[in-house]
């Protein structure tokens, strides 16, 4: 099912997910999951960016934490497996870090870009 010219949901997963949902219903579901999705890249890149420079906060990483566990929930309650899998594997390289158990490195924002 294409949802628009370069949106398409997994069919695997559109029968459980969309249950009982008409097209449009489901198309307005999906454009709030990009809309939400694109205001929180939005806030993504810029913690990334503060990152980058060395000028964050633990509010920030706090922040990007909460970011990427949004992310993992709304991916896979839309049947976006891959999305939800690595927004999963984000959250647990972040989870030390926001227990400061593990510093910010170049490598660890390099890797978060």
């Not at 997910?17 to 454009?31: A, C, K, N, P, S």
């Not at 990007?64 to 949004?70: A, G, M, N, Q, V």
């Not at 993992?72 to 899998?85: C, H, R």
């Amino acid at each position: 099912m294409v949802i628009e010219d370069n949106h398409s949901l997994p069919e695997e997963n559109h029968s459980n997910t969309f249950e009982g949902m008409t097209d449009d219903e489901i198309h307005e579901l999906v454009q709030v999951f990009i809309e939400d999705a694109t205001e929180q890249l939005e806030k993504l890149n810029a913690i990334l960016l503060s990152l980058e420079k060395g000028e964050y906060s633990p509010d920030d990483i706090h922040n990007l934490y909460r970011i990427f566990h949004s992310f993992k929930g709304s991916a896979a309650s839309f049947g976006f497996k891959e999305i939800s899998q690595v927004s999963h594997q984000l959250e647990d390289i972040l989870a030390p870090v926001r227990n400061g158990q593990v510093r910010i490195t170049d490598s660890l924002t390099s890797l978060l870009f």
